[in-house]
């Protein structure tokens, strides 16, 4: 059940330092610079696509915000709230792998979401071999 709980804090924190990094966007970078360079073309550059994808990327940020500090409280009693474990792993699945293949697809940086693919990976495993681990023993 360590391992568990040591997962969740990691990912927990882990969660929180996305977001604070993706909220810092917003203070040091009004002008969304990294949003516009970081859009494939025909849309690198356009302020306007940047503004665009800025705010919708905030929902994101949000919801980084609400499961890292719910997976960092939950640590506490990992067995009794084993459901969040497994909501996180589906959502690396799909919010995280399935998503970066198809931005990858859609011409976005293709190395920048490899390495995530590599991270929501050894998120989905870890998760699953300790949520297991853990019902196994108080099974």
Do not use: C
């Not at 919708?56 to 009794?80: N, Q």
């Amino acid at each position: 059940m360590k391992k568990l709980q040591w997962w969740m804090r990691i990912v927990g924190a882990f969660y929180t330092l996305l977001t604070l990094m993706n909220l810092s966007v917003f203070v040091l970078d009004p002008q969304l610079t990294m949003y516009k360079n970081m859009l494939p073309a025909p849309m690198t550059g356009n302020a306007l696509a940047a503004r665009g994808f800025a705010d919708a990327w905030v929902a994101f940020i949000m919801e980084l915000m609400v499961t890292g500090a719910f997976l960092l409280w939950a640590s506490r009693e990992p067995l009794k709230h084993l459901s969040i474990v497994w909501l996180v792993i589906w959502f690396e699945v799909f919010r995280g792998v399935v998503d970066d293949l198809f931005l990858i697809a859609r011409g976005y940086d293709t190395m920048g979401y490899i390495i995530f693919i590599v991270i929501h990976l050894i998120i989905i495993v870890t998760g699953a071999m300790f949520a297991r681990e853990a019902s196994a023993k108080t099974a």
